[in-house]
């Protein structure tokens, strides 16, 4: 059995699952959503922990600062949240969501994945695993067009036409 909870941004007020029509107000709902975010953030937090590789990974990339996984966990699953501006761990743990990369990368997605769908209604936890998926590939999309910049831009005394296929695949 699974709990629905609805999820929303605070900025945004996006909904994940359907509004509710309980004659609760906005604000409350709002309040509702937002304890519902805070407490998947715990769980996820919680079942990274409990997971060996995972509780090592996470620990290493947050420099043992377990609330800055907090914070980036929350910052990926905000329905509002968009890739600019996220830290550079929330973007190193959203490509372990989200990448099949590594074996951090294959443990992790469908971990994160099964916990979603344990936790919340199946609609919301697939709207929610397309949320994080959008704000993947986004922020690939604009890592790669940088990158791009950064090997077609000139530097000094040089043109387009002289950047060599070593500076291409650097």
Same mark, same amino acid.
């Given at each position: =059995?699974? =709990?629905?909870?609805?999820?929303?941004?605070?900025?945004?007020?996006?909904?994940?699952?359907?509004?509710?029509?309980?004659?609760?107000?906005?604000?409350?709902?709002?309040?509702?959503?937002?304890?519902?975010l805070?407490?998947?953030?715990?769980?996820?937090? +919680?079942?990274?922990?409990?997971?060996?590789?995972?509780?090592?990974?996470?620990?290493?990339?947050?420099?043992?600062q377990?609330?800055?996984?907090?914070? +980036?966990?929350?910052?990926?699953?905000?329905?509002?949240?968009?890739?600019?501006? =996220?830290?550079?761990?929330?973007?190193?743990?959203?490509?372990? =969501?989200?990448?099949?990369?590594?074996?951090t990368?294959?443990?992790?997605? %469908?971990?994160?994945?099964?916990?979603?769908?344990?936790?919340?209604?199946? %609609?919301t936890?697939?709207?929610?695993?397309?949320?994080?998926?959008?704000?993947?590939?986004?922020?690939?999309?604009?890592?790669?067009?940088?990158?791009?910049?950064?090997?077609?831009?000139?530097?000094?005394?040089?043109?387009?036409?002289?950047?060599?296929?070593?500076?291409?695949?650097?």
């Amino acid at each position: =059995m699974y =709990m629905q909870q609805d999820i929303v941004s605070s900025d945004s007020v996006i909904l994940i699952s359907e509004p509710k029509h309980d004659g609760q107000s906005a604000g409350a709902h709002l309040a509702d959503a937002e304890t519902a975010l805070d407490d998947l953030v715990f769980t996820l937090t +919680a079942s990274f922990r409990r997971h060996p590789h995972l509780n090592n990974v996470l620990t290493h990339i947050s420099g043992g600062q377990w609330p800055g996984v907090e914070r +980036a966990l929350r910052a990926i699953l905000d329905p509002g949240s968009r890739h600019v501006g =996220m830290s550079p761990l929330a973007l190193n743990i959203l490509d372990l =969501m989200c990448a099949d990369r590594g074996i951090t990368g294959r443990i992790l997605k %469908p971990f994160f994945r099964g916990i979603l769908f344990l936790k919340l209604a199946p %609609p919301t936890a697939q709207r929610l695993i397309s949320h994080v998926d959008n704000l993947f590939e986004d922020s690939t999309r604009a890592s790669l067009s940088a990158g791009s910049e950064e090997v077609t831009s000139e530097q000094p005394g040089e043109s387009t036409a002289d950047i060599s296929v070593s500076r291409l695949t650097a």
